[in-house]
């Protein structure tokens, strides 16, 4: 397996994630019909988000969910971010997205 990441091209992570995906749902021992009928989606979109193909987030969404993944989510993005001194022991000073106006 490939790892995804910033060195790939968006095609390539997409299919990646599908590969993934897919696995996932294997391991659970569910077709893609139960898949299906779990996300309230049809065949073919879930073949295209396995594909690798570009479907909406929502639909990535409810495959997470039927997968019991959802809470991956929290960890790629949580709900707080590193306070100041986090960022500085890693040596990333904080810079402000926009300037202050007075």
């Known amino acids: 397996m490939a790892a995804i990441g910033d ?6 992570n997409m299919v990646e994630f599908g590969f993934r995906l ?15 009928r779990n ?3 049809n065949r073919k979109t879930i073949m295209e988000l396995e594909a690798g193909r570009d479907v909406r987030l929502t ?12 809470g991956v989510l ?10 100041n001194e986090a960022l500085s022991s890693r040596g ?9 106006s007075r």
């Open 7 to 12: 060195f790939l091209t968006d095609s390539e």
């Open 22 to 36: 897919r696995s996932r749902r294997l391991e659970r021992n569910l077709t893609v019909e139960m898949l299906g």
């Open 39 to 41: 996300t309230g989606l």
């Open 59 to 70: 639909t990535v969404i409810k495959v997470l969910r039927a997968l019991h993944l959802l």
């Open 74 to 83: 929290n960890t790629t993005l949580p709900d707080t971010l590193p306070g």
């Open 92 to 100: 990333q000073p904080r810079v402000r997205a926009y300037p202050i």
